[in-house]
């Protein structure tokens, strides 16, 4: 029973890298309208899986008034099969969404301020969000804390250097994770901040369950005030 | 990243270690399958042994839009018999159900409910939560 719209088929632009294991997977939008929030994800449907269509889902890495093909940001997950499905396609190649969905999107209204934390590709979102915020004009002080196994693999590290170099209102804090450095390390990061600021955390579950209980905990949040986007 | 960290919540479930079976009702047609402990998991979607993972694993379309991985409530199911061989709802769960249309206090997330086959139960789909998410404004 599929509704207007979904599914859709996009074809595929190109794959490039976006570090040493992640990969952008660029899809062209010119074969039909799909619109998303800043934020939210694609349910992709792939024909691969011991029950296809094998459902996965990927979150946008630019908003979708940007210009230009559908980018979709993943990690290179060895034995993940929706994973080595999407590295092998090539240009012209289709690929169904099944819907566009997720709620990890700015706050509304916007608060005083908001400290995202986000581990390897749970940037993505991120990004986008960041990309709807310089559009807005006058948009809240925003930290972006950014941890990764290692510093080849802060998947959008040039973007969000130079935006912290251009825009006073950001502030980014990579932190490479190599060496067995806690994850939650990331916390030592975060700027003083009162309950006006909304936190904001993604990633997978072993990193968002420990930094959300850690903010509840250190500063005082009830749990539903820290929004979070887990990958798995 | 280490296992050792205090404030990682573990996933609460145990998979069946025994034969059990499913009745799942859905569009007015009743279906049931065979769980064997051996065959779970079925596939990597859902937790192991969850109503998702076993609706995968017999053919049975159950929505799943988030793949699985507790990221939105379209794989919503009702546990009409049962409910106590299943595992707890965890706060994810619980904040997820809160969107489907519809919820009973048998509500469920396929993806997370995992029975543990002390009995068989049985699930409804509820016809008014298929493709969902396809209705929620962008």
Redesign the interface.
């Known amino acids: 029973?599929?509704?207007s719209?979904?599914p859709v088929t996009l074809r595929v632009r190109d794959l490039r890298n976006a570090g040493p294991h992640a990969y952008a997977l660029n899809l062209e939008r010119d074969a039909a309208e799909l619109?998303?929030?800043p934020g939210?994800?694609a349910?992709l449907r792939l024909p691969v899986?011991?029950?296809p269509p094998?459902?996965?889902?990927y979150s946008f890495a630019q908003p979708a008034w940007v210009e230009g093909p559908v980018p979709l940001v993943f990690d290179d997950v060895p034995e993940g099969?929706?994973t080595q499905y999407l590295k092998s396609l090539l240009p012209g190649d289709s690929v169904e969404v099944?819907?566009?969905?997720?709620?990890f999107v700015l706050p509304d209204p916007l608060p005083a301020g908001i400290v995202f934390l986000a581990r390897f590709t749970g940037v993505v979102p991120v990004h986008c969000i960041l990309k709807e915020l310089e559009r807005l004009g006058n948009p809240p002080s925003v930290t972006l804390i950014s941890g990764a196994p290692t510093s080849g693999d802060l998947v959008f590290h040039e973007a969000l250097t130079e935006l912290a170099e251009r825009a006073s209102w950001f502030t980014y804090h990579p932190v490479s994770l190599d060496g067995?450095r806690?994850?939650?390390s990331v916390l030592d990061k975060i700027p003083h901040f009162g309950h006006d600021v909304v936190p904001m955390v993604s990633g997978v579950r072993?990193?968002t369950?420990?930094?959300r209980?850690?903010l509840m905990e250190r500063y005082g949040y009830e749990?539903?005030a820290v929004r979070?986007?887990?990958?798995? | 990243?280490?296992g050792t960290?205090p404030?990682?919540?573990k996933a609460h479930f145990t998979p069946a270690v025994k034969p059990f079976r499913v009745t799942i009702i859905h569009d007015g047609e009743e279906q049931v399958v065979e769980v064997r402990p051996e065959d779970i998991p079925?596939?990597?979607?859902g937790l192991p042994g969850s109503i998702l993972d076993i609706c995968?694993?017999h053919?049975i379309e159950l929505e799943?839009?988030?793949?699985?991985?507790?990221?939105?409530s379209t794989c919503h199911v009702i546990v009409r018999e049962g409910g106590d061989s299943c595992n707890e709802a965890g706060?994810?769960e619980l904040?997820q159900l809160e969107?489907a249309p519809g919820i009973t206090i048998q509500s469920r997330l396929g993806c997370q409910c995992v029975p543990n086959g002390e009995r068989d139960i049985i699930i409804e789909i509820p016809a008014w939560n298929?493709?969902a998410?396809?209705?929620?404004p962008?």
């Open positions: 029973m599929p509704m719209g979904f619109e998303w929030q939210q994800w349910s899986g011991p029950h094998l459902v996965r889902a099969v929706g099944g819907a566009v969905a997720g709620k067995g806690d994850e939650l072993a990193f369950q420990p930094v209980a850690c749990r539903r979070v986007e887990n990958y798995d | 990243m280490a960290n404030y990682i919540e079925y596939g990597r979607t995968e694993g053919h799943h839009t988030c793949g699985g991985v507790c990221a939105c706060d994810d904040d969107e298929r493709n998410v396809k209705e929620t962008h």
